[in-house]
């Protein structure tokens, strides 16, 4: 009998993903939404990918309740805890991602624990291994140091949720064992265009939302890489106990927008040319909160390595220049490019 896998929020990015590269592979998959009024949404948008056939089922719950975690993982062989708030730009109320990412991931993990799943992978963050404007080369031996001033709060929600993990596990793991991956910034197709998340850079530079590139940029990676690792932390032996980088290469902003400009021609018609200087970004920042959260970035690259997760895993990500393009190919299609 195929494996049955619970993957916890399926109307996201990553999650999405997850379920179709599962059910390609066979497996049986139950997903979990805050709001059982998605369900039809979400079938149809993994259904243009993979049919699913009678393998994939719906759960209600949500992170901050212990309500209905049972029922979603009952007669799992494992988990995939992906769900959690995905936050950049300004974030008045820390505990907005900090709570969720926290007690979904107890909630999740004691329910897993009770119904004697083998193994439970979680999906952590970059942000949970190391800050930024640092250009030493972070790999998974690094952890955010939260004492220091200024931490983002999507850093320390990450960073809490993945230490708790850990923690939880050692504590009272009863036999399940936890893998996590830490993917850098994901991009590639998108399912639907309703929640663009970590593709809106891709997405504003086609739409010609942006007036110019500033001198920032992004570790990426691809979604469709960042499942087939969730798998292969779920699956290999020797993934029990680890964590896992998912991060492919560094793209200034100015490289993304060439990179569109070279794979789509015309298409990218909108794409802006111009970079914005520093000093412009940083005035610009005194009268808009969300450019605030980008200043500090400003000039600083980040090296992330995924040297583990290919050389323990043999995980081969796809070139980011592929991933800029099929994520702009899929935004064109949905009709959000
Ligand atoms: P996403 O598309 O925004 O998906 C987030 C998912 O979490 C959605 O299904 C959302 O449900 C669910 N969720 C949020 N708050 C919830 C709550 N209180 N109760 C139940 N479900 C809740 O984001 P994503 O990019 O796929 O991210 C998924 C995971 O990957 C997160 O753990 C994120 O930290 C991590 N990650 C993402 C990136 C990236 O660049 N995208 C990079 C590193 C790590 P609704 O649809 O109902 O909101």
Not at 64 to 89: E, Q
Not at 140 to 154: K, M, N, P, Q, S
Not at 164 to 176: F, I, P, S
């Amino acid at each position: 009998m195929a494996e049955t896998v619970l993957v916890t929020g399926g109307s996201g990015y990553i999650a999405g993903w997850c379920i179709v590269e599962l059910l390609r592979r066979g497996y049986t998959v139950r997903t979990t939404l805050r709001s059982l009024s998605k369900e039809a949404a979400v079938r149809a948008a993994i259904a243009g990918e993979v049919d699913p056939g009678g393998r994939l089922s719906f759960f209600a719950a949500e992170l901050t309740s212990a309500d209905g975690w049972d029922a979603a993982v009952a007669g799992c062989d494992y988990v995939l805890h992906v769900a959690s708030p995905l936050g950049t730009g300004v974030v008045k109320d820390p505990d907005v991602l900090i709570v969720p990412a926290r007690e979904g991931t107890i909630h999740v993990l004691r329910a897993a624990i009770r119904a004697g799943v083998k193994r439970t992978v979680l999906t952590s963050s970059v942000a949970a291994a190391g800050g930024i404007g640092t250009e030493e080369v972070r790999d998974e031996t690094h952890w955010t140091d939260l004492t220091r001033r200024g931490v983002h709060a999507y850093r320390e929600a990450k960073t809490i949720a993945e230490r708790a993990a850990w923690e939880l596990v050692a504590a009272e793991g009863d036999g399940m064992e936890l893998a996590t991956v830490l993917p850098s910034m994901v991009i590639g197709p998108v399912l639907t265009a309703e929640n663009l998340g970590s593709v809106q850079v891709v997405s504003r530079l086609l739409s010609g939302k942006l007036p110019g590139t500033a001198r920032i940029g992004f570790t990426l990676t691809d979604v469709r890489d960042v499942a087939d690792l969730h798998i292969r932390a779920m699956t290999m032996p020797q993934a029990a106990g680890e964590r896992f980088i998912a991060a492919t290469g560094f793209r200034w902003m100015a490289e993304i927008a060439r990179i569109l400009r070279e794979r789509l021609g015309p298409r990218a018609a909108k794409v802006p040319r111009r970079g914005i200087p520093d000093w412009v970004v940083r005035l610009m920042s005194l009268f808009d909160p969300a450019l605030r959260y980008v200043t500090p970035s400003l000039g600083h690259s980040n090296t992330y390595s995924s040297a583990k997760a290919q050389e323990l895993l043999g995980w081969k990500p796809r070139p980011v220049e592929d991933s800029i393009a099929d994520c702009a190919e899929s935004l064109i299609a949905k009709g959000a490019g």
